[in-house]
């Protein structure tokens, strides 16, 4: 399946300078965990590797990934910023240059901790150029998924084994998205799927899938 | 979604649209928006690389907060008034917006990634040139883009285009190529001759490497753009006159992705290897970050 998938992934995004694997695409990772985490965490571990860990200074990483976690946009002009917003709103965010190989093989990785005491979760993605990302790694509750990658992707937890809702979710996006690989981790309380999907979500469809499934997260 | 550029050729050739509008078509079935939103969007892409340019060329120009790169499209731009250039006005009209583009992207302004930021000035220096010479309007220019993308789009998953990955082959050189077919198209030529100018400008980029001083977006980017909007305008040029490439596109894109791929990681967007690598670069990086950078 194709990493890139619309026009714009390639003429733009319209961001804030310098890089975009290293700007935007570091903005999309940021606000990918904050997405998968679905609060506000207290703390934030930051992991860079090779191409981001020798240059993610020089290149705005760190305020890009700080204006992610606060649900910027990539051409939000507060982004540079972001780091003194993300300490006032009481997070402590930490950046470490890691050695040695990305664990998600790709250059340009971040893999980010996120915990606010209760919860505590890992996402690991990489920035494959132009402002794209993937998603390649979540672990929560003691089990570490590894996920396919390319957005658009659609995750969903089920508190229940064999959910009705699953198959109906399952129905919907194949409809709506045209559905492209399914996979599924047992956590502690239930079972997470993950659903690469084709086509992006419609503004209207995402709205309704949000209202009957509970909790879905869906990365674009 | 058009998976080479053969099957972009052919599809144009065979329903006798312009390839912008199979793009947009695609666009249509890939994101769930109406036309109308998709048009909008490319123009406020469009719009946002008009700003970056003339922000880059007016007054004196921006600076980079290192001091690195800034101010150098305010020199083209006097210049080109006060002397008679040696390789002509539209070529050095591409040359300042390309620059005046990337300079505000270093300075951390407000640009749009075409393919990425640090290529951000290939597309916008072509669009200007052609803008005058071919007196384009606004909806030819969002056809240009429309164009430049589905090429892109195709080298983007067949070789990519991150520095960290393919070098700046795979920056400035996918811009270029896409500049050069999408050119070709606004100068009236065939989706074939589209697809020459391509393969030119990949073949004249092959193998250059992404060697950021400091690992900072700014030297040589910015005047690496330069040469990517003179090569677009060069490459197109060269199929509209009826050359062509003796490798086809698709080929030429996988020798991008090969060459890419073989090159190490000192040349890949790491601060390592190349220009950042010379002694006077070395010394940039440390003066800038401190000498345990």
Known sequence: MANYRSVFDIIGPVMVGPSSSHTAGAVAIGNAARLIFQKTPKKVIVHYYESFAKTHRGHGTDFAIAGGLLGMAPDDERIPKAPEMVAKAGIKLRFVEEEGPSPINHPNTAIIDLSDGEKQITVGGCSIGGGTIEIRLIELQGCKMNLTGPLPMVLYQSNEKNNPLVSQLNELLDQEAGLQKLQKWPVANGELYEFDIEKYLAPETLASLQEKFKGIIYLK | ?293
């Open chain 2, 1 to 293: 979604m058009f998976d080479s550029v053969k099957e972009i050729v052919d599809t144009a050739n065979k329903t006798g649209k312009a390839i912008s509008e199979l793009i947009i078509e695609d666009e249509i079935k890939t994101s769930g928006l109406s036309r109308a939103e998709i048009w909008k969007k490319m123009q406020f892409n469009l719009q946002t690389m008009q700003k970056a340019v003339k922000r880059g060329e007016s007054g004196k120009g921006v600076m980079s907060s290192t001091g690195l790169t800034g101010g150098e499209a305010v020199k083209v731009a006097k210049y080109r008034q006060t002397h008679k250039t040696l390789s002509g006005d539209t070529m050095m009209g591409a040359v300042q917006a390309a620059m005046a583009t990337n300079e505000v992207n270093a300075a951390l302004g407000i640009i749009c990634a075409t393919p990425t930021a640090g290529s951000s000035g290939t597309l916008p220096g072509v669009i200007a040139s052609l803008e005058k010479r071919l007196n384009l309007d606004e909806d030819a220019l969002v056809r240009f883009l429309f164009t430049a993308g589905g090429f892109g789009l195709v080298i983007a998953n067949h070789a990519g285009i991150a520095g960290a990955t393919g070098g700046c082959q795979a920056e400035v050189g996918s811009a270029s190529a896409m500049g050069a077919a999408a050119a070709v198209e606004a100068a009236g030529g065939t989706p074939q001759q589209c697809a020459e100018a391509l393969s030119i400008a990949i073949s004249n980029l092959l193998g250059l490497v992404c060697d950021p001083i400091a690992g900072l977006v700014e030297v040589p980017c910015v005047k690496r753009n330069a040469i990517g909007a003179a090569n677009a305008l060069v490459s197109a040029d060269l199929a509209l006159a009826g050359c062509v490439s003796v490798i086809p596109a698709d080929e030429c894109i996988m020798a991008l992705d090969k060459v890419g791929k073989s090159m190490p990681a000192a040349l890949r967007e790491t601060g390592i290897g190349g220009l950042a690598g010379t002694p006077t670069g070395q010394a940039i990086k440390a003066k800038i970050f401190g000498k345990d950078a």
